[in-house]
């Protein structure tokens, strides 16, 4: 009762924009969940039905695990940790068993995690020998005082953290070695190959009202000299932040990093509305030791769909003008989950507590 009176005055305090949300919220809890399988020139021509049928099995899976933990209470960092793993196991996608290679042959594995409820991260760069690379990320946040570890200093801390380890050759698939010997013998070039990124994501908000993101990749195909792309790099491919979204990204990492896209999507989201928390703030009474007795939270506040579209929109448009392809999944502090693209079509899912359950390939899809 005292937040639903308070999420009202805060909706007065900035009119037009600012909306409610406790009516609507169903008894479980709100939450939502959005993933992606990497951006591209995904065209109906270029892609078998087999192909098809597979790749939305494997994105409906993927969902139905992340959305199974959250609907029964679980945490957003927990459905995405999970969401992710199936994708990394699965070969059609560029993490995990069937990351690309690298100039040299090798695969050298990017990845990242984000909890937005206290914005604690980790990632782990050029690395290989661990099965899920995601829960090297998520090890790397839990366990370590660190950020960003790479390479074989990663690659022991995950021995030392007990995480599954793989041979070299257990992220090899067919496809990914025709496609390196085939670049590397010049019948293609880089574009011609990497015109799909495969690279996988989730973001997610859970019954808490926190968010959480997380990224992992096998990079570019072809990569040398230790090319790290913008997966392991908070704020480039990943972000989460309880007071505005939860971004993962797929496509051409260099670009992705020169703006910071995940990052700047969450910033201008966060930027639309603190004035109107800080002033819903000062109308809530206080204690007797002059403490406010109730904290107004970003989850009070929502920045209406279109809103959250433009924004993310105009970030990739940004991207595209500076010459880089691909795209994000978002979720937000409201309950909304989605995607922004300006390649052909986007391997992608969302799903919300309210029963909504998507997957597409094409960008025509809904
Ligand atoms: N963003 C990844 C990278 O640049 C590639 C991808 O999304 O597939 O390493």
Not at 5 to 18: D, E, K, R
Not at 176 to 189: A, G, M, P, T, Y
Request: hydrophobic share 40%; net charge negative.
């Amino acid at each position: 009762m005292i937040r639903s009176t308070f999420a009202v005055i805060a909706m007065l305090c900035w009119a037009g924009t600012v909306m409610a949300q406790t009516e609507a919220e169903p008894e479980k809890g709100r939450w939502s969940i959005a993933i992606h399988g990497g951006a591209g020139t995904l065209e109906r021509d270029r892609i078998t039905p087999e192909k098809d049928a597979e790749i939305r099995a494997a994105l409906n899976q993927a969902l139905a695990i992340g959305s199974k933990i959250l609907d029964d209470g679980g945490s957003a960092m927990d459905a995405i940790t999970a969401t992710i793993v199936s994708m990394e196991n699965d070969p059609n996608f560029n993490a995990g068993k069937g990351a690309v290679f690298t100039w040299d042959r090798t695969n050298e594995l990017d990845t990242s995690i984000m909890d937005g409820s206290d914005l604690s991260a980790g990632a782990a760069a050029s690395i290989n020998g661990t099965k899920n690379p995601i829960l090297l990320a998520r090890a790397v946040k839990d366990h370590s005082p660190h950020v960003m570890l790479s390479g074989e200093g990663a690659n022991q801390f995950s021995r030392e953290q007990g995480l599954e380890q793989v041979p070299p050759e257990y992220y090899a698939t067919p496809y990914r070695l025709e496609q390196i010997d085939r670049l590397l013998s010049k019948e293609v070039s880089a574009a011609d190959i990497d015109y799909k990124f495969g690279t996988v994501g989730a973001v997610a908000m859970d019954s808490q009202g926190h968010m959480a993101a997380g990224t992992s990749t096998g990079g570019m195909t072809g990569k040398r000299w230790g090319r790290i792309g913008d997966s392991p790099v908070i704020g480039a491919g990943t972000y989460a932040d309880d007071r505005s979204c939860a971004i993962s990204a797929t496509g051409s990492g260099e670009y992705f990093i020169r703006l910071g896209v995940a990052h700047e999507i969450c910033t201008r989201i966060r930027i639309r509305f603190p004035a109107a928390i800080a002033e819903a703030q000062l109308a809530v009474p206080k204690d007797s030791d002059g403490n406010y007795t109730y904290v107004i939270h970003a989850s009070e506040f929502m920045l209406p769909d279109e809103e959250i579209q433009q924004i993310a929109d105009d970030v990739i448009a940004e991207l595209g003008t500076l010459g880089g392809d691909g795209g994000i999944i978002y979720a937000t502090p409201w309950g909304q989950a989605g995607y922004s693209f300006n390649t052909p079509g986007m391997y992608r899912g969302r799903a919300t507590s309210g029963g909504e359950a998507s997957v597409a390939i094409y960008g025509d899809e809904q």
